[in-house]
């Protein structure tokens, strides 16, 4: 079955520290992989997505994220927290499906906290 | 202020009923896309509309139907409803068939 993984409920992070979410998937295919975050009490954000070429890519609010093929995993990072950045985040992963059409997988959600 | 708009905010009504939730996309945004936020099943993806026609499909209820009128405003309809719907409802749009999703506030509905 294809799914999407988020194996952390919540990650505590320092401000000023690096921060990292992890995110893997099994799907058939190459997929294309995007990441949202929820501030509380706000809907949903784009953050990022990957398509296809440079592993690393760059998304908003200083965020990126690294696709890595062999391990079917593409982490969301940043290299300095900060206080607001504090959110829920999804990882989701687009995959064609055998009707011509697509199919969208979602993550659990990773709840990340940064602290002052 | 993403630009997507979704009527009502909130909405109460009883199980067996039927609701119509309504999400106008950002201007000039060809694709609406549904998602299904509860707290015991998370965020789920229900459907999308590309320019009047369906292109992807998530974890849709047969009882669940929706659909992307000429003007690109989108409605998703809801029957039978059960008290396991009750959760926030989500409208976003992107430009392209693949791009960048704007979400919109969120209709919070709640099956008594």
């Known amino acids: 079955a294809q799914s999407v993984a988020q194996p952390e409920d919540q990650v505590n992070v320092a401000e000023g520290n690096p921060l990292t979410v992890k995110c893997t998937y099994s799907?058939?295919?190459?997929?294309?992989l995007f990441w949202y975050v929820q501030y509380p009490n706000r809907g949903l954000q784009f953050l990022l997505k990957y398509i296809t070429g440079d592993n690393l890519v760059k998304g908003s609010y200083g965020f990126e994220a690294e696709f890595n093929k062999s391990q079917t995993s593409f982490h969301l990072k940043k290299p300095s927290a900060l206080v607001s950045d504090s959110a829920l985040y999804f990882c989701?992963?687009?995959?064609?499906?055998?009707?011509?059409?697509?199919?969208?997988?979602f993550g659990t959600g990773t709840r990340l906290k940064v602290l002052a | 202020d993403s630009g997507v708009t979704q009527t009502p905010k909130h909405l109460i009504t009883a199980t067996g009923q039927r609701v119509t939730l309504r999400c106008s996309p950002r201007?000039?945004?060809?694709?609406v896309y549904w998602y299904q936020q509860s707290l015991d099943q998370g965020l789920q993806f229900l459907i999308q509309?590309?320019?009047?026609?369906?292109?992807a499909k998530g974890n849709i209820l047969e009882r669940f139907s929706a659909q992307q009128f000429p003007d690109l405003h989108s409605e998703l309809n809801l029957s039978s409803l059960e008290l396991g719907d009750s959760a926030l409802y989500f409208c976003a749009s992107s430009e392209l068939l693949e791009g960048e999703q704007y979400f919109g506030p969120g209709t919070r509905l709640t099956v008594t």
């Open positions: 509309y590309y320019n009047g026609e369906e292109r």
């Open positions: 989701a992963v687009r995959v064609p499906s055998t009707t011509g059409t697509y199919k969208y997988f």
């Open positions: 201007s000039g945004d060809l694709s």
């Open positions: 799907v058939s295919g190459n997929p294309y």
